[in-house]
């Protein structure tokens, strides 16, 4: 009975124990199946659904569209996908979850040191260079690109339908206006123009177009002519009349226009090929708003004289009596704006040929030419005049020239009448047209290999001393045979020289490490003995009023020279006349270099 119970017991262990065997073995199964070029992203799904893991992964890590081909025969989840993924792949399996995720591999990274300077920074005591080092990090990966795998059958070519156009052109242009005075000329500069346009063939000839384009129009004004104002008067009192002489006096003028080109065109092949070039050509209206009209000083000279009729006599180059050459550099024009209207319509023609060069496109070029119609001119028919607010006085003499109107341009005065811009010249674009879409086919796939580069520029920096500007430039422009002057046997200074010496201390004080020698001198009417005390007085005189200004003591040094050394006048020539006793009289200023 013993045996019994004892085998009945371990069948019904073995019973009991037998389901617990069976899960305990992995709840996930193995993974069958064979595949002929399919996507990796189908694998993925099939192993995930059949094994029962749950399967995590970024899709940017993977090439999805890799083809696979390939047979499994009850393998692991696992060695499944170690078996289809890339190299530089990695699998990881934790409780039922398999991550896919990329090995960490550094990418290759070049470095390039920079050997030229992008800027240089100063301040008052250094200069910085400054260099940018370029740092390329290049990784790469591999993916799975589409191929056609057979190209497909093409549609009947046709130049009917939709075309889009582009062009750029350069050419001569002019303002289209004309000086009123004979010896003034505009001479045209350079044009350009630059569009798109759409058109559409309603017959495989001919079709309309309409676009937007941008419009150039350079030229230049040049002044050789006399202009006169009658009844001034001179620094002496003098009536004149002031002639302004031109002398190749120019301005650079410029227009831009925004257009809307509306028109009719026209293409013709010149064979009976496929591919045959054509000649096209078009023509239409349009219609310009000015995005910007100015103009600029370009170079030249103005001449001013005067005629005297009392004395039918001109005179010139005399500056103390305001007849001078000028240039263009002495006018600060703010505004150099041209007054023109703000709407231009015009005229444009088209004529060259469209070379294909690909299934639907075409290489245009040709020439062109656009012609404004309407008078652009708006402005008030001012008088031309040279009037120039900013300008100093020199010889006692203002160069304002108050009497004249301000210069504004040529183009802006009375000496035009109309204006309307037109340019010549040829162009080069771009024909697209529409064709039928081949039919579509089923793709192949290539493996090929990307790379990512990421660009990291660092600035460094390399910085030294700055040399420190020499301060005895500024002081010695100032005092540069500065002399101050006494009478006989005085050391008070003849003329107050407040003005020279509030300008010396000034410079004396901002520039504290410059130095400068003062040096007194007397006439010879005396003995040596006096004339030397003299000269140091005088010398004396003159230190004290500069540090009454509060020039520090130790920026200067004096010295007395007594009679010994006559005064050298820089300015005439002193051998070819008697010598003036009375100019030894004087202390001279002289900057220490």
Not at 41 to 46: G, L, S
Not at 573 to 580: Q, R, Y
Request: hydrophobic content about 35%; some cysteine; proline content about 5%.
């Amino acid at each position: 009975m013993k045996h019994i119970l004892l085998i009945f017991t371990m069948i019904a262990g073995l019973l009991i124990a037998t389901p617990a065997f069976s899960a305990s073995k992995s709840k996930h199964n193995t993974f069958s199946k064979s595949y002929k070029n399919a996507r990796l992203e189908q694998v993925i799904k099939d192993v995930q659904a059949k094994t029962g893991y749950q399967i995590k992964y970024e899709a940017e890590d993977l090439d999805l569209n890799k083809p696979i081909t390939a047979q499994f025969k009850k393998q692991s989840a696992r060695a499944v996908l170690r078996k289809v993924l890339d190299k530089d792949m990695q699998v990881t399996v934790k409780k039922g979850v398999i991550t896919i995720s990329k090995k960490p591999t550094p990418p290759t990274e070049i470095k390039v040191t920079a050997t030229v300077p992008s800027r240089v920074e100063e301040d008052s005591l250094h200069i910085i260079t400054i260099y940018e080092d370029t740092t390329f990090s290049i990784q790469c990966k591999t993916v799975t690109k589409e191929l056609p795998a057979k190209p497909a059958e093409k549609p009947q070519k046709t130049n009917k339908g939709h075309h889009i156009q582009g062009y750029a052109g350069l050419g001569y242009s002019r303002l289209g206006y004309s000086p009123a005075r004979t010896n003034d000329a505009a001479k045209g500069g350079l044009g350009a123009t630059i569009g798109f346009n759409y058109a559409y063939f309603f017959h495989e000839n001919w079709g309309v177009s309409a676009g937007i384009a941008f419009d150039y129009y350079g030229d230049k004004g040049v002044i050789n002519d006399v202009y006169e104002w009658q009844g001034q008067g001179d620094s002496d009192g003098e009536q004149y009349t002031h002639r302004v002489y031109g002398h190749n006096w120019s301005e650079k003028q410029r227009v831009g226009t925004v257009n809307v080109p509306i028109g009719i065109q026209t293409m013709y092949p010149l064979n009976d090929k496929e591919n045959a070039i054509k000649l096209y050509g078009g023509a239409g209206l349009q219609i310009g708003l000015p995005v910007f009209k100015n103009f600029s000083l370009a170079g030249g000279q103005i001449e001013h004289r005067g005629w005297y009729p009392q004395w039918r006599m001109e005179v010139h180059d005399q500056t103390d009596r305001d007849f001078y050459y000028e240039g263009t550099d002495a006018f600060a024009i703010t505004d150099n704006k041209l007054q023109l209207r703000s709407i231009a319509i015009g005229v444009f023609a088209d004529l060259g040929v469209a070379i294909p060069v690909a299934e639907q496109w075409d290489v245009m070029v040709g020439a062109f030419a656009k012609v404004t119609c309407n008078n652009m001119y708006a402005g008030e028919g001012k008088a031309l005049g040279w009037r120039n607010d900013n300008a100093s006085q020199a010889d006692g003499v203002p160069r304002q020239h108050t009497f004249m109107e301000q210069y504004t341009g040529l183009v802006n005065s009375e000496e035009v009448a109309a204006v309307r811009p037109w340019m010549v010249g040829i162009k080069i674009g771009f024909n697209w047209h529409h064709q039928p879409k081949p039919k579509e086919v089923l793709p192949e796939y290539e493996r090929i290999q990307v790379c990512d580069t990421t660009i990291t520029i660092a600035e460094r920096r390399e910085t030294e001393l700055k040399p420190q500007p020499e301060s005895a430039k500024k002081i010695e422009k100032l005092m540069q045979r500065s002399v101050i002057w006494f009478d006989l046997d005085s050391w008070e200074p003849k003329l107050k020289p407040a003005d020279i010496i509030d300008k010396i201390a000034a410079i004396l004080i901002e520039n504290p490490e410059q130095h400068i020698l003062v040096n007194g001198h007397a006439s010879k009417e005396g003995n040596d003995a006096h004339n030397q005390m003299l000269s140091s007085k005088r010398a004396q005189a003159i230190v004290d009023l500069l540090i009454e200004k509060g020039v520090n003591p130790a920026q200067i040094t004096s010295n007395a020279y007594g009679s010994s050394v006559d005064y050298n006048d820089q300015e005439e020539n002193t051998t070819a006349k008697k010598h003036n006793i009375s100019l030894d009289r004087r202390v001279e200023i002289i900057p220490i270099q």
